[in-house]
């Protein structure tokens, strides 16, 4: 079982916060891998907020081969964070020659774009270089997005820690927004792009459990949309259902719960919104899903949510203070990092529910 977790601050904090969240809950590891998202930042990307940053994990070839294309597709390039990493054959990691963390300005005819048109030209854009790399197997591209890093690996999650220096608080790498998970995708083979979170368009998802209905959701998610692809992950569907449920359908969050663990249909006839429910679980049967899970997401407007499975038989526990928030798949990881924290007031949030976190810290529940 995968341990999952996530960091909501009012306060710029640094990576290890998160790493410390899930070391308690290391009997959910597996040693396969590492993995986060990071949001609203601060230390090295401090001055392009706005940007687009791009993450991404290559060879040299395939940094030479993401540089011609973005320099042929007019981006240029404000700001670039490499890390260094420490070199020590101990350390259980399959590292790739390099990681580059980029900022760019937009091309200059689409400076006055729509934040829509941005958002599809950066969509466009990532797919673009994650095929050109896949082609020649050269790297992977985990997100282009204004304010958003992403950092996968493979190994032990420790060891990855180590090799990246995210024990280290030296204040480079700081946000308010982190979901992260210390396993890698172990249903299907292991690859950098298996692992959580997930990220599309502003859109951070990660999972526990597993979700049955795989094949369902994949073949109906393949027709939907043109970022939809990959699907190393039966996880992956959470995320696309999120994206296409708030993205596409412009729907209010408390939908996606309706939409991925409908009620049952004798219980939608007592209620004032059955017909509308009735309708979304006609219409979108193949995006439910089915199995023991819980998601915790991050949205684009920064707030984080999670919720359960229908049968709740995957445990989250919410947490927090008055500066900081935090979700784990365990009590124990919130006690680590949030000790003195009011415990009464922790939520366990049930089958029929989605709980989100906004940008003031409230946590609010939104009932099926």
């Not at 580059?100 to 854009?125: C, V």
């Not at 007592?270 to 049967?285: F, M, N, V, W, Y």
């Amino acid at each position: 079982m995968c341990r999952i977790g996530a960091i909501k601050s009012k306060e710029f904090f640094h990576p290890s916060a998160a790493l410390h969240l899930m070391l308690p809950q290391q009997e959910g590891h597996d040693n396969s891998g590492f993995a986060m998202v990071m949001q609203d930042l601060a230390g090295v990307f401090s001055k392009h907020k706005d940007k687009p940053l791009l993450s991404l994990a290559c060879t040299q070839k395939g940094a030479k081969l993401v540089e011609d294309y973005m320099e042929a597709n007019d981006f240029r390039q404000l700001a670039e964070w490499i890390p260094r990493g420490v070199k020590n054959v101990k350390l259980d990691i399959k590292a790739m020659p390099y990681y580059i963390f980029r900022n760019y300005d937009y091309p200059e005819y689409y400076r006055d774009a729509s934040e829509e048109a941005k958002g599809e030209l950066l969509l466009d854009t990532r797919l673009a270089l994650r095929e050109l790399l896949e082609k020649q197997d050269q790297g992977y591209v985990y997100s282009f997005w204004p304010d958003v890093l992403t950092l996968k690996e493979i190994g032990d999650p420790w060891d990855i820690a180590t090799y990246f220096k995210l024990w280290d608080n030296n204040g480079d790498l700081m946000a308010k927004n982190v979901v992260v998970q210390c396993r890698q995708n172990t249903n299907y083979d292991i690859v950098r792009y298996a692992a959580h979170p997930f990220f599309l368009q502003g859109y951070t998802l990660c999972a526990n459990g597993e979700n049955t209905f795989y094949t369902k959701n994949k073949e109906y998610q393949k027709s939907l949309h043109r970022g939809y692809i990959g699907f190393e992950s039966d996880s992956q569907n959470f995320l696309y259902t999120l994206h296409y449920v708030l993205q596409e359908l412009k729907w209010p969050i408390k939908y996606y719960k309706h939409v991925i663990t409908p009620l049952p249909f004798n219980e939608l006839s007592s209620r004032s919104d059955g017909a509308e429910l009735r309708a979304i679980r006609q219409s979108l049967g193949s995006l439910e899903i089915n199995g023991p899970n819980t998601v915790i997401g991050m949205l684009p407007n920064g707030s984080i949510m999670t919720c359960c499975d229908s049968k709740k038989l995957r445990p989250v526990v919410v947490g927090g203070d008055d500066t900081m928030v935090a979700i784990a798949s365990e009590v124990c990881g919130l006690n680590a990092i949030l000790p003195h924290r009011n415990q009464e007031l922790d939520v366990y949030p049930n089958e029929r529910e989605v709980v989100i976190i906004n940008d003031a810290l409230e946590v609010e529940r939104w009932k099926q």
